[in-house]
């Protein structure tokens, strides 16, 4: 039997290089990622605030965090993703290392 994580690791790395391409996932739709930045807000403390992404894949919801002004750590157990959130279409705040970084 694979161990969990091996299996959940191997699963978002084969999955990563066109996660983003899903209508939800890579939030690209205005309508999508304003829906995303509503349901965020309503969910996390005034800004500026630290905010831990766990499961961060590409860094969508990373990105919309940022952009509200908060200080954002993103963690992933796929290095697949790592390199994709370094292309992020939008510039995360100085302080906001890319997802699976160290802090």
Do not use: K
Request: charged residues 20%.
């Amino acid at each position: 039997m694979t161990h969990p994580t091996a299996a959940i690791t191997a699963y978002r790395d084969a999955a990563a290089p066109g996660f983003d391409d899903e209508p939800d996932h890579g939030l690209r739709a205005a309508d999508a990622r304003a829906a995303w930045a509503g349901r965020l807000a309503a969910w996390l403390p005034s800004a500026p605030a630290d905010v831990l992404d766990v499961g961060c894949g590409t860094g969508s919801l990373s990105e919309l965090i940022a952009g509200a002004g908060h200080r954002v750590t993103g963690v992933d157990l796929a290095a697949t993703v790592r390199p994709l959130v370094n292309e992020m279409r939008i510039e995360p705040s100085a302080a906001t290392p890319p997802c699976g970084a160290a802090r």
